[in-house]
């Protein structure tokens, strides 16, 4: 997939920074009731302010990484590149491992971006007054994600990477899209519940101790931001228009092509470590643990797809193709 994404250079402050500006075109909304719709909504808020953590404080950034250890005794890679990772030199596996790693947490970064700017969108589109409230808690929930992997890859790790474009299409979707209602559903269903199944893939399976820290911590926080998409779009969605209802499934399902292909297409990766790319994405996709993998990062996309009337009938055949919906009916809190 070609990264179409105009870039362009300006001067802040005497410094040349390169942007991309994304026109959007939505109404915000003055609300004139104080009164709170959703009653857990407060609570959310509530629980918001108590668990505000602070990233230069709470974290342990004493903790050293040692990159090449991680690479050489690390179960997984064997277990994803089989016969490949085999056949690399001692200097290739710790490479590999090393650009693997600062991928992940890269894309997981220019992820956190994404979702700060949505959060901004959603406090002034949002139709109601509680949902103001817990979507300016998230704002400063997702300013201290970006801080906090921004600081993990420059200090700890020798290697950043650019957004991958799959993901980059989908937010910018997200952030130009009109209705209060698709932004909902991209960030706070989609981004946010892959997250939740990222974060919890990598605290189950993390061998990096001050990596798996920062996500316990970040989690908790992306926990309330899909509990918040749940509540509101719950009350909302059964009140939409079948036209627009459909244009939602839609939106949805197209999410999870893009959100599978970020997980997917690791095309950078191996063109940074200098390996056949169209060999190792075969490879790692037809791999059954990298499958697994795959559906327990969409186990808490899909149920709440479901629960919220998003997975009609009409439309499973194309998530079975995704390989997905396993998870389907999956008990989660939201
Ligand atoms: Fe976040
Ligand atoms: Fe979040």
């Known amino acids: 997939m070609e990264n179409r994404v105009k870039r362009e250079k300006i001067k802040v402050l005497n410094k040349e920074t390169e942007i991309s500006a994304i026109k959007t075109l939505y109404d915000t ?65 710790i490479n590999l491992a090393t650009s693997q790693i600062s991928w992940i947490m890269s894309q997981i970064l220019h992820g956190e971006q994404g979702a700060l700017l949505v959060a901004s969108q959603l406090v002034t589109c949002a139709p109601l007054y509680d949902e103001k409230l817990v979507a300016s808690t998230q704002v400063i929930d997702e300013a201290r994600h970006v801080e906090v992997f921004h600081r993990y890859l420059t200090q700890k790790m020798e290697k950043e990477f650019p957004i991958s474009p799959h993901l980059e299409s989908l937010i910018r979707n997200i952030l130009s899209e009109s209705r209060w209602y698709f932004k909902f559903v991209g ?58 209802k459909r244009e939602l499934v839609e939106f949805a399902y197209e999410g999870c092509v893009a ?76």
């Open 29 to 93: 909304i003055w609300v004139y009731s104080y009164e709170s719709e959703i009653e857990k909504l407060l609570d959310l808020y509530e629980k918001a302010k108590k668990e505000q953590w602070n990233a230069s404080q709470d974290i342990d950034w004493s903790i050293e990484i040692d990159t090449e250890k991680m690479a050489l005794t690390s179960q997984l890679p064997p277990l994803l590149f089989q016969e490949i990772w085999e056949k690399l030199s001692e200097k290739e596996k």
């Open 259 to 334: 959100l599978r292909n970020r997980i997917t297409d690791m095309s950078m990766v191996w063109e940074d470590v200098g390996l056949p790319t169209h060999q190792m994405q075969e490879t790692v996709e037809k791999s059954p643990i990298f499958q697994e993998f795959l559906i327990l990062m969409f186990s808490r996309v899909v149920p709440n797809l479901k629960k919220l009337g998003l997975l009609p009938d009409y439309i499973r055949p194309r998530y079975e193709e995704l390989g997905i919906l396993k998870f389907e009916n999956l008990e989660i809190p939201f």
């Open 187 to 244: 960030m706070q269903i989609l981004v946010e519940g892959l997250a939740m199944g990222i974060f919890g893939t990598l605290e189950q399976f993390g061998e990096e101790p001050l990596g798996v820290q920062i996500v316990r911590y970040v989690m908790k926080d992306e926990a309330r931001h899909v509990a918040f998409g749940v509540l509101s779009l719950k009350e909302h969605i059964n009140d939409l228009p079948e036209k627009e």
